[in-house]
Nanobody, 125 residues
Framework: QVQLVESGGGLVQAGGSLRLSCADS????????MAWFRQAPGKEREFVAA????????DYADSVKGRFTISRENAKNTVYLQMNSLKLEDTAVYYC??????????????????WGQGTQVTVSS
């Protein structure tokens, strides 16, 4: 069973950095693509970044490309999102997600079945 718990959110000034973590207590982490999504107030949830089970492929939303990095440590059942050069518009609740089917290699923006509870990231001016 997949159970995801995010941590690392908080309040940061524009231009600053944060690193989010997401730990999976299940046994299938190393077989699943992992992703980060976010939802700002009054907006729909949107894709941020994803990484395949073997770290062979990554995908980033254009809005975060070059500023955010998704990484994973399969030995620790943990995925990370390093966020640099944060902007006001990055303010949102950030969710990690695990793919529904194992060994997904493509179309990394869809197909997520398991979700964490979310962690708030607030960027101030």
């Amino acid at each position: 069973q997949v159970q995801l718990v995010e941590s690392g959110g908080g309040l940061v000034q524009a231009g600053g950095s944060l690193r989010l973590s997401c730990a999976d207590s299940g046994r299938t982490f190393s077989t699943r693509a992992m992703a980060w999504f976010r939802q700002a107030p009054g907006k729909e949830r949107e894709f941020v970044a994803a990484r395949t089970w073997n770290s062979g492929n990554t995908d980033y939303a254009d809005s975060v490309k070059g500023r955010f990095t998704i990484s994973r440590e399969n030995a620790k059942n943990t995925v990370y999102l390093q966020m640099n050069s944060l902007k006001l518009e990055d303010t949102a609740v950030y969710y990690c997600a695990a793919a529904a089917r194992p060994f997904q290699r493509s179309d990394l923006r869809t197909g997520y079945e398991y979700w964490g509870q979310g962690t708030q990231v607030t960027v101030s001016s």
